[in-house]
């Protein structure tokens, strides 16, 4: 039934669906009206729709800047993630793109539909990116030249140990998070994070998508694209296209649980990072994916299906969480809430399952540590008791005096 069925079992995500679509169209109305401004925007609609609308409600400077440093990266990323390009051609493309964005000629088309629009006309961020302020120029210079060099360094290596792909998602995602950091504070309006903090928001997002992934990745053509790490899929299959195999759905599920149990390691720093934003619009930006990256995570958490087809929030779901979230009580709440429901997924005969519970626990503990509304949920309330303990005594006495009665 789709999303028909969603709304029949889920009925108070109607009226966030029905906002999301006013929100959205509202978005398309202030699609700006100059030519490479117009494909920046339309194209962050066509590549991601969720990112676009959080990006368009920062104030206009720095939405620009956000908008124009999103498609760079989604670009360098396009020319990575291309397993039809040779080697020898990929790697100076990578190292040399922070050099391409002052380039308003230069173009390479690769990928497939959106992304090979965007590769293809490329001159039109280029030019957008020359009219941006120096101090935001320098940050999306800086972050795409990083980028590119550790992109550059995983294209021939497998990522084989945990450090490796710890180390491979900071230069995908974690940079990124650093970026976003740093245009934040060039625009006045935040103060500048710890590196480890902004790190740990890539890395807990691009490791949602790794895990949420894994089939559109393996079944690449002309060659697969593989980033789960040895040292955790070699614990319970001898080949990492072997998850998909269905003799192997038990192991495949455990190996599931174990990527899942290694991308909540950050959940707390995500936290952490996400309270020291002052700006509302800046913060409901960085929050909402934050959010929907630990639903996904509860979705697919024991869940085969990542190994069949797609696993993703339905709509509504998504809906409600960019209408509800507005304040660190709602990012807590909904931590929380995720939390709790990926708790009772866990199966305690998983062999990864006492790690994961404890890395669960510390997710709730700090919500309810810092939040005021979780904390009063757990106080014990003992005029609600006291209430039924009189209200007992009285139908006793009741009782005992009807009795007495002639």
């Known amino acids: 039934m789709g999303i028909i069925g969603d709304i029949v079992r889920h009925p108070n995500e109607i009226y966030p669906l029905i906002k999301l679509l006013v929100t959205a169209k509202l978005a398309e109305k202030q699609i700006p009206s100059k030519p490479n401004w117009s494909f920046c925007y339309l194209m962050l609609r066509n590549i991601s729709r969720s990112f676009s609308l959080v990006i368009q409600q920062l104030p206009l400077e720095l939405r620009d800047a956000v908008c124009v440093f999103y498609l760079v990266l989604r670009a360098l990323d396009t020319v990575e993630d291309d397993t039809s390009i040779a080697t020898e051609v990929k790697v100076p493309i990578l190292i040399a793109f922070h050099r391409h964005i002052y380039d308003h000629e230069w173009h390479f088309s690769c990928g497939t539909d959106a992304y090979k629009d965007l590769m293809d006309q490329f001159h039109h961020v280029s030019m957008a990116f020359l009219e941006l302020g120096t101090n935001y120029q320098q940050v999306i210079e800086d972050i795409t030249m990083r980028m590119g060099e550790g992109m550059a360094k995983f294209i021939s290596t497998e990522i084989q140990t945990i450090d490796d792909y710890e180390e491979y998602c900071h230069y995908v995602a974690g940079l990124a998070g650093l970026g976003l950091s740093k245009l934040f504070h060039a625009s006045g309006k935040e103060d500048l994070a710890p590196d480890s903090l902004p790190n740990a928001v890539g890395l807990f997002l ?53 990527m899942v149990t290694n991308a909540l390691s950050h959940g707390e720093d995500c936290l952490v990072c996400l309270s020291t934003l002052h700006d509302p619009a800046i913060f409901r930006s960085c929050a909402i994916p934050q959010i929907m990256a630990i639903g996904t995570l509860t979705m697919c958490y024991n869940n085969v299906e990542v190994f069949r087809g ?34 009772s997924k866990v199966d305690n005969n998983d062999p990864n399952a006492t790690n994961t519970l404890k890395r669960i626990e510390s997710i709730m503990k700090t919500c309810r540590d810092y939040s005021e509304t979780l904390s009063k949920r757990n106080k014990p309330n003992y005029i609600p008791t006291l209430i039924i303990v009189f209200f007992f005594v009285v139908a006793i006495l009741l009782a005992y005096l009807s009795a007495k009665r002639p």
């Open 206 to 258: 691009q490791k949602t998508n790794i895990i949420r992934d894994y089939l559109e990745d393996i079944n690449e053509v002309p060659k697969c694209r593989m980033f789960w790490p040895r040292q955790i899929w070699s614990k319970y299959v001898n080949k990492l296209e072997d998850l998909k195999c269905g003799e192997n759905s038990v192991k495949a599920v455990q190996c599931l649980n174990d």
């Open 310 to 343: 797609v696993v993703k929030m339905r709509r509504g779901l998504s809906a409600k969480v960019f209408d509800q979230t507005r304040t660190m009580e709602d990012v807590y709440g909904a931590f929380f809430h995720f939390s709790s429901i990926l708790k």
